[in-house]
């Protein structure tokens, strides 16, 4: 059982940044995949970007050149920076981890996290 809270979300004006945190706690040793999802409001949740334990790196085609994951596995820790932030960015940013390729999510996911990006 993997434990994942994340934080830094909140309300940021159009082409502002924000720098989400994801810390893993529990079931460590089990992670692989660690990834960003997102849900806007009447939409399905989609990937964000994705990252594996040795740094291989996936994007959704919505947030290439603008969003930066990385982790830091001594502090089971990922985050993803958010540059030129667009109000279709706006949604709940979930954590998500135990996925053994970056494409699809694994089982274990974070409460949420609101991103709102409007002037």
């Known amino acids: 059982q993997v434990r994942l809270v994340e934080s830094g979300g909140g309300l940021v004006q159009p082409g502002g940044s924000l720098r989400l945190s994801c810390a893993a706690s529990?079931?460590?040793?089990?992670?692989?995949?660690m990834a960003w999802y997102r849900q806007a409001a009447g939409k399905q949740r989609e990937l964000v970007a994705a990252?594996?334990?040795?740094?291989?790196?996936n994007y959704g085609d919505s947030v290439k050149g603008r969003f930066t994951i990385s982790r830091d596995n001594t502090k089971s820790t990922v985050y993803l920076q958010m540059n030129s932030l667009k109000p279709e960015d706006t949604a709940v940013y979930y954590c998500?981890?135990?996925?053994?390729?970056?494409?699809?999510?694994?089982?274990?996911w974070g409460q949420g996290t609101q991103v709102t990006v409007s002037s």
């Open positions: 998500n981890s135990g996925a053994l390729v970056l494409q699809t999510p694994g089982d274990s």
């Open positions: 529990g079931n460590i040793f089990s992670l692989n995949v």
């Open positions: 990252i594996s334990k040795g740094g291989r790196t």
